[in-house]
């Protein structure tokens, strides 16, 4: 037994050693963590079991590659704790062979899928790794799929969420593109199908790696990223924060925090001075979520994608809430593409994940011109309507100023099964702006008339006393006009009434139909 031991620990300990120190140098001279570091910063101290240390490469017919030393086959797998609450973690080694994806390195990552599903437990993945490794894979035959299955059939049940903090090509890229929370480290994090040898192979254009498929194209452009990064660090930080929000997973609710003195309530006044008087200048939804949410709990999702919908966790008296809200600083808050596909996906994870949604509305409607019929608007806008058709998770929704045609379906129109529905004296509903929909309906009366600035603005006059919130109140469109000051204390009062629906047992919610 002793010697059986003995060698145990010898092969522990040359699994600690990665990928040797040239390669642990290099790694750390590019600005990144090694894989234990990382997973050691993730986790709670003296909290990490590891899963298949003693794992290597796979001995195939084709001549390995020479000196093949592969510790842990490139990825660290195991179970730990984050603030005290089990998650796994599957890590990728880039000093070992480049983080490449091996047979016995796919059967670990397969094995951590199997377990967070069976176990019901959060995956955290940190990705570093450059594709498939070449030598093993070479004679495969066909590719395999069933670990996008395994992974896309865990998706709403357990959090899933990855840390891109390399150059991730490949197998890997594909993998991380499924996650429900992606961050990518600014300067070293790739994601692309292929890296830019591959890319100058098959097509002999010659490109970079940040403009393959950098943080700033994927987090600004694409939308394939969530969030950016400093450092592995930060990263690892916005992970925990991230999960901080959610249960861990569908079978139960989101963990609420102790509600201390509340301090946001001598600010409240603050908001009867957002809105400008002039109402055609824009005000920052910044601002507004600030004073609403807990101090310092506004938690951005996709800062940089289609800043015009604004999406993020919050907390509201200790509990966590969602919020989708239009920000007027930009485009006047107008739906595009882009913010519809960014608006469905928040929607769709607090609904997987039993957090209940506030929608702060102020928009012009869905953008509309020939850009936005050919980024398919319509159909990406009427997403949003499955997404409602299925939200078993709380809604509420708070008109500030605009609330016009289908944008403002989409921010929780009436009827859309809200738990609360308020209006500020400000709001201004109407099926299109008023001064479009004057020069739509009286175009023959403008082009006849001898003054049409004047008629535009008698007719304006005229219908806007009808479009306001108080002729939405009287038609029981809306349950109420609140002094601004009043939103805090009205939406904490309704989450409270909502949360005693919280006696039943959660479970997943269950999708159907076809989306558009």
């Known amino acids: 037994m002793r010697e059986l ?35 050691d910063l993730l986790l709670d101290p003296g909290s990490f079991e590891e899963i298949g240390q003693l794992a290597s490469h796979a001995h195939t017919p084709v001549p390995k590659v020479a000196g093949k030393r592969t510790p842990a086959d490139g990825v660290v797998t195991g179970f730990g704790r984050i603030d005290r609450r089990i998650v796994g973690v599957v890590a990728e080694d880039f000093t070992v062979l480049g983080g490449s994806v091996g047979t016995n390195n796919l059967i670990k990552k397969r094995r951590m ?23 093993e894979s070479v004679g495969e035959g066909l590719v395999p799929m069933h670990h996008f299955m395994e992974i ?27 996650m429900e929370f992606i961050v990518m480290v600014e300067d070293t994090a790739m994601l692309a199908a292929g890296g830019p040898p591959l890319v100058e192979s098959a ?46 997973n569908a079978y139960q609710y989101p963990p609420a925090l102790p509600r201390d003195a509340d301090v946001q309530a001598q600010a409240q006044e603050v908001l009867r001075e957002i809105i400008p008087e002039n109402r055609r200048r824009p005000y920052d939804m910044y601002r507004v979520i600030e004073l609403i949410a807990d101090q310092d709990s506004f938690f951005e999702i996709k800062p940089d994608f289609a800043k015009m919908m604004i999406t993020g966790f919050a907390r ?64 990406v806008g009427m997403t949003i309507a499955h ?17 016009f045609g289908y ?87 309704a989450l409270e009434r909502v949360l005693m629906r919280r006696h039943k047992p959660a479970e997943p919610v269950a999708r159907f139909g076809v989306m558009p």
């Open 5 to 39: 031991l003995e060698d145990l620990q010898r092969r522990q300990d040359d699994s600690l050693l990665l990928g040797g120190e040239r390669r642990i140098e290099r790694q750390r001279s590019a600005g990144k963590l090694t894989v234990r570091e990382r997973v």
């Open 316 to 379: 509201l008296n200790g509990q966590a809430v969602g919020i989708i809200a239009n920000q007027p600083k930009v485009m006047s808050g107008a739906i595009t593409a882009a913010a519809g596909t960014k608006h469905r996906h928040f929607m769709d994870l607090c609904n997987a994940y039993h957090i209940p949604i506030i929608f702060l509305m102020d928009t012009p409607g869905v953008m509309t011109g020939p850009k936005s019929e050919q980024e398919a608007a319509l159909r």
């Open 152 to 178: 896309a059939k865990l998706s709403g049940t357990v959090p899933q969420v990855c840390a891109v903090m390399g150059p991730v090509a490949g197998d890997s890229a594909l993998i991380a593109a499924m």
């Open 407 to 493: 944008g403002a379906c989409a921010m929780g129109g009436y009827g859309a099964g809200q738990s609360a529905v308020l209006a500020w004296p400000t709001a201004d509903f109407n099926a299109i702006p008023l001064e479009s929909g004057i020069k739509a309906a009286y175009r023959a009366d403008l082009e006849a008339a001898a003054d049409p600035a004047a008629l535009q603005a008698e007719l304006e006059s005229k219908f806007t006393d009808l479009c306001g919130a108080f002729p939405a109140a009287e038609q029981a469109k809306i349950d109420d006009i609140i002094d601004p000051a009043e939103t805090r204390p009205r939406l904490i009062a």
């Open 113 to 135: 899928v199997e377990l967070a599903g069976r176990d019901q437990v959060p995956l955290v993945w940190l990705f570093d790794g450059a594709g498939a490794r070449t030598d």
């Open 387 to 403: 997404s409602f058709a299925y939200a078993q998770v709380p809604l509420f929704t708070l008109v500030l100023h605009k609330g």
């Open 203 to 248: 097509t002999g254009e010659t490109v970079g790696k940040e403009e393959l498929g950098g943080a700033d194209l994927h987090c600004r452009i694409s939308g394939v990223g969530d969030n950016r990064a400093e450092n592995d660090a930060d990263a690892i930080t916005q992970i925990k924060r991230f999960l901080s929000y959610l249960p861990t």
